[in-house]
């Protein structure tokens, strides 16, 4: 039997191994919740809620009291029958990583029942991909240094955090460029600067011979006018992140002709909505990233297997658990460099 016999919630707390810092702060540490789902056969699936207040407005406590709805709501629930497990997990509207860790443990638990690989579940298009690692914000020496050890780890996607200050990214984005050529490089604003400022920076950065591959959330999330704006001034594509957590964003910024790519998290659109998204991004011919927000391995796990079975994101923002400290890597995944192998 493969039906739903319990749900536990488990409180994780992770150290960052150094401060991660963007335009709005930094963290030193996190706290995400583990799911189990136990079904009458005894088999467990996995998968972890990584909530993100700037975000989505969520807090563990939040979720860890929302233990006894979850067990309302899908006790009993034969796990093959995952489709309706979405559709009542969509009523999670202001809990998404709440509503990805629960989604994805049942479908971890219904491929386990089926002897199957997740990311063969989601399609086996691929058996690896490729993750970048993060420049955070912090002093101009102090990011050229960190871009230059990444680069020396062999990472060949440089995603760096830009917003606090123009002319002292506009110095780090020409430096690491030209310390780091053959590198691909996201620049992640989120959503710092005014429209205008966007546009003086990336055609800064175009005049002084840098390429970059993604100009990530440029302006703030709800300023739809000013990433189309950012869009049709720009030399590079743009991409939106915190304004794209739902499937009805996605549709939006469709309409709105406001972006060149999305960036996908299951922690603010849950595994219902990243798959819609997909589908519409396909559809309209924008372009996918797969990203992070404070995720360990296990959380991480969850976007490496959809990412491998879907196989249409062109970049993969990966690295949150190379930032923490953990005790064992629990994904089902090998890291081999910046390589993410399922098998």
Partial sequence: MSRIKDILFTLKRYNYKRPFCIAYGFVTETENIEIEIITESGV?????????????????????????????????????????????????????????????????????????????????????????????????????????EIYREGFRVIKIKVGENLEEDLVVICEVYSKTRGCRYIVDVNGNYTPKEAVYFVKRLYSSGVDISVFEQPVNRYDIEGLKYVRFNSPFPVCADESVKTRYDALRLIKEEAVDMFNIKLMKSGISDAIAIVELAKTANIRLMIGCVSESSLGINQSVQLACGIGCFDFCDLDSHLMLEEDSFRGTFKQVGSKMIVE
Avoid: H
């Fill in 44 to 148: 467990s699936g996995y998968g972890e809620s990584a909530p993100s207040f700037r975000i989505s407005g969520e807090t563990t406590e939040m979720l860890l009291a929302l233990q006894p709805k979850i067990r309302e709501m899908i006790l009993n629930k034969d796990v093959k029958n995952y489709r309706l497990i979405f559709d009542i997990t969509d009523r999670l509207i202001s809990s998404p990583s709440l509503k990805a860790g629960v989604q994805f443990a049942v479908i971890d638990a219904f491929c386990k029942e089926g002897g199957i690989g997740v990311w063969e579940f989601f399609g086996g298009v691929k058996d690896e991909i490729e993750t970048d690692r993060t420049v955070s914000v912090r002093p101009v020496e102090e990011r050229i240094n960190e871009a230059l």
